[in-house]
């Protein structure tokens, strides 16, 4: 087990692999200060071809006495390419036995982007183990509103993980917010080029989602669920976030000004938004 770098005052990750259902994932902790009252961990599931440190700014602005938990999806950063290709709801389950396998009873869960999607079935898979969910910059799957052809099309390739002079040159158009004027933040964010970029396994998360959708199913989510959507988001335009707030039985919307990628851009925002939810206080 290795730990990433942080400042001393920051608590510590610990980062590890291990092996689940057949697959092994590369893991991160970030453990709890002793510091206030005991909480419920989190747990995020991360964007399509994302490594689990571009969630980095969003842990770093949540409280220290938070534990919070990430992985990367086979063939996604330290994970390897996996053998064999997976469907949501089969990979829902093996989030599930992750959880167990690191000794938690009860989680909230945060998902982002593909991971919104991921987060969703999670949640009606994981009733008695997930206590609250959190969606970000999400849809239903594929019955949903859709981006734009040309926002589509961008996303059929992992190009913008691996180029980061691509992903500036296209940040505005498929990313929207502050990226339209500072589209440099982006390859940044993104970590591009990081680990080489996603491959095989950008693929097989374009996989996981065909002709798979929680819209006949959102009634089946109870949890408490925050929905977390910007204004400018190309990739997921924001009458999602309406939709899945009408059919979640106890469901939120929070409605932000900005783009597809301000969880980890303007973290410092968000992330208070998303705690007071967490603790109760909102």
Do not use: C
């Not at 440190?53 to 006495?65: G, H, K, Y």
């Not at 079935?121 to 999400?138: D, E, F, M, N």
């Not at 950008?202 to 929680?214: I, M």
């Amino acid at each position: 087990m290795t730990s990433t770098a942080h400042h001393p005052d920051v608590p510590r990750d610990d980062v590890f692999s291990t092996r689940v259902r057949g697959r092994t994932l590369r893991v991160a902790i970030r453990r709890a200060t002793a510091d206030g009252p005991r909480r419920t961990p989190l747990l995020l599931l991360n964007g399509i071809g994302a490594t689990l440190e571009v969630l980095d700014p969003f842990v770093d602005a949540l409280p220290p006495n938070l534990e919070v938990i990430r992985f990367d999806v086979p063939g996604v950063g330290g994970s390897p390419d996996p053998t064999m290709p997976y469907h949501m709801s089969t990979f829902a389950l093996l989030v599930g036995r992750l959880v167990t396998q690191l000794g938690y009873g009860e989680v909230d869960v945060l998902g982002f982007s593909w991971g919104g999607g991921l987060a969703q079935q999670v949640a009606i898979s994981g009733r008695r183990w997930v206590r609250k969910l959190v969606l970000v910059a999400t849809g239903t799957g594929s019955l949903m509103v859709p981006a734009r052809p040309n926002v589509l099309s961008r996303m059929l390739t992992p190009r913008r993980h691996q180029d980061p002079e691509y992903a500036a040159r296209i940040a505005g158009e498929i990313y929207g917010g502050t990226m339209r004027t500072n589209p440099q933040k982006a390859p940044r964010a993104l970590h591009a080029g990081d680990h080489g970029g996603p491959g095989r396994g950008y693929y097989y998360q374009l996989l996981a989602g065909v002709g798979w959708t929680t819209l006949p199913f959102l009634n089946m989510i109870h949890q408490p669920t925050l929905i977390v959507a910007g204004d400018d988001d190309p990739i997921v335009p924001v009458v999602n976030a309406r939709l899945m707030t009408r059919g979640i039985p106890d469901a939120r919307l929070h409605l932000y000004r900005g783009g597809h990628l301000a969880l980890v851009t303007e973290a410092d925002e968000l992330a208070p938004v998303i705690d007071e939810f967490l603790t109760g206080r909102a």
